[in-house]
């Protein structure tokens, strides 16, 4: 029941983040098709007001730099990541460029003597007005600590790829969780 609670709340965020991205232009009418009444938009979107679905291959190479992460192979998808890939951590920190990615996700990851990911949801986007591809993706990450301590964290992450289809830029945004007494 805990991990069906936990769905539907991550379910329910990832519509809200989604739709805040989707929102057309400030008072743009758009048609309803339940209703077929004009909606006004209450924010004009800074970034896009208009994505479609995305090639799933996109949210496969995602996935599996996640199995990676978990397996302590990040290296294993390397090549997939552009020479200038920025990654922009929970914490506020902005690692830019490959090499120093890779190096600093292997150190954290070798801090940590197991991971184990749950995937809630993901989707692949590409937005019309960038024309850029974009997957989404939110899940639990279940971390034991080489001490034996245990820590969770809920994750989103939006993940970029350059028109070479290798990742460019991650978005991670967390959020710690309480340990769990079953």
């Known amino acids: 029941m805990k991990k069906l609670t936990v769905m539907l709340v991550c379910t329910f965020i990832a519509s809200v983040v989604f739709t805040s991205l989707c929102q057309a232009q400030e008072k743009t009418k758009v048609k309803s098709k ?4 004009d909606l006004s938009m ?3 979107a800074t970034y896009s007001s208009q994505f479609v679905m995305g090639d799933p291959a996109n949210s496969k190479l995602v996935l599996e730099m996640w199995k990676d992460f978990d397996d302590n192979a990040f290296e294993r998808h390397a090549d997939m990541l552009a020479d200038t890939a920025m990654i922009f951590l929970a914490d506020g920190e902005v690692i830019k460029g490959r090499d120093k990615m890779i190096a600093g996700v292997k150190e954290y990851r070798n801090s940590i003597a197991s991971v184990k990911s749950e995937v809630h949801a993901y989707m692949s986007l590409k937005s019309v007005e960038h024309n850029e591809n974009w997957v989404a993706i939110w899940g639990t990450e279940h971390d034991t600590w080489k001490d034996g301590k245990t820590t969770s964290v809920e ?5 970029r790829l350059n028109k070479d289809g290798k990742i460019d830029v991650i978005r991670q945004f967390t959020r710690k969780t309480e340990p769990t007494k079953e």
């Open 155 to 159: 994750l989103h992450e939006i993940w």
């Open 34 to 37: 339940s209703s077929k009444t």
């Open 42 to 44: 209450p924010y004009k």
